[in-house]
Nanobody, 124 residues
Framework: QLQASGGGLVQPGGSLRLSCAASGFTFDDHTIGWFRQAPGKKREGVSC???????YYADSVRGRFTISRDNAKNTVYLLIDSLKPEDTAVYYC????????????????????WGQGTQVTVSS
């Protein structure tokens, strides 16, 4: 099970830290990805962190988003800086069904379990 939280209404230029709390599986072994979906747009992979701590970012967010994991807390974080209105979306975390190597981390089909999403709204 995955539980995403930390979203909210933020002014442009602000920051947010999203959390993805995991339970029910061996967290340390799993890759965790973050996706977002804006109204009327396709779901977009924004970042991913492997079980070994290797990180990946979409070009659209690199330099502003930072993903990290705390295995002791079974939680992955997504720190979002310099928020832009185009970052407005529902953000989801996801994980594969097992400790597999994710090839296309930005593709939803790599993931089997999804959190419920947390809304991020960037507006003045």
């Amino acid at each position: 099970q995955l539980q995403a939280s930390g979203g909210g209404l933020v002014q442009p230029g602000g920051s947010l830290r999203l959390s993805c709390a995991a339970s029910g599986f061996t967290f340390d072994d799993h890759t965790i990805g973050w996706f977002r979906q804006a109204p009327g747009k396709k779901r977009e992979g924004v970042s991913c962190i492997s079980s070994g701590g290797v990180t990946y970012y979409a070009d659209s967010v690199r330099g502003r988003f930072t993903i990290s994991r705390d295995n002791a807390k079974n939680t992955v974080y997504l720190l979002i800086d310099s928020l832009k209105p185009e970052d407005t979306a529902v953000y989801y975390c996801a994980t594969p069904g097992g400790p597999k190597t994710v090839i296309a981390w930005y593709r939803g089909y790599e993931y089997d379990y999804w959190g419920q999403g947390t809304q991020v709204t960037v507006s003045s």
